[in-house]
């Protein structure tokens, strides 16, 4: 335990370990795609997933593009209720491309599961999920994560990212802080 900004902070993913995991995703994903790398497409969800997104392009050996999608659940800050809403659209169509949506953390699901619904009617050529986290505990509906960073317990977590209340997404490293639950 240590102190973060006044709040009790413990540790539960360090960046050598997010940045090891995330050097491994880019291998997997710059091999997968290797035949049709110019018409790869990363879709990160904002904001939570823009630090792992920018780390992980890096770590993808191939040529692609990259955009972003912002989302608002109706519910409060911490539980998402699976109403969701586009607050801000894709800049670019996504049509004939192969499409990976770049997200920080699947919790119940319900986000990534209407956005992929909203994603397949634009008529991409495939899309798949890279999930830095996921909390299988929480599951309502099933999401297929293509690729995955890491399996956490029921816990809620800040950093790389993350945020609580938009604070602590600045940080590098992946933790839970005492009073920032749900
Ligand atoms: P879902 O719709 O329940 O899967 O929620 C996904 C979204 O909820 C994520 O994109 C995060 O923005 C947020 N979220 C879920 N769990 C956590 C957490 O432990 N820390 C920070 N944000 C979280
Ligand atoms: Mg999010």
Do not use: W
């Amino acid at each position: 335990m240590f102190d973060l900004e006044g709040k009790r902070c413990r540790e539960m993913l360090s960046a050598q370990k997010i940045a090891a995991r995330v050097a491994e995703l880019g291998r997997e994903i710059a091999r997968d795609y290797r035949d049709h790398g110019r018409d790869l497409v990363l879709v990160g969800v904002m904001k939570g997933s823009v630090i792992f997104m920018s780390d992980l392009c890096r770590a993808i050996e191939l040529p692609l593009t990259m955009d972003l999608i912002g989302i608002a659940s109706y519910g409060d800050e911490t539980k998402s209720s699976g109403v969701v809403q586009i607050t801000s659209d894709l800049t670019r169509p996504i049509d004939h491309k192969h499409v990976i949506v770049v997200e920080d953390i699947i919790d119940t699901g319900l986000t990534m599961h209407y956005l992929l619904d909203n994603l397949r009617t634009r008529q991409p050529r495939s899309v798949k999920v890279c999930s830095l986290l996921h909390k299988p505990d929480r599951a309502v509906v099933p999401v297929p994560i293509d690729y995955l960073g890491f399996t956490i317990p029921n816990e809620f977590v800040v950093g790389y990212g993350l945020d609580f209340s938009q604070r602590y997404r600045d940080q590098p490293f992946i933790g839970v802080v005492e009073g920032a639950t749900e």
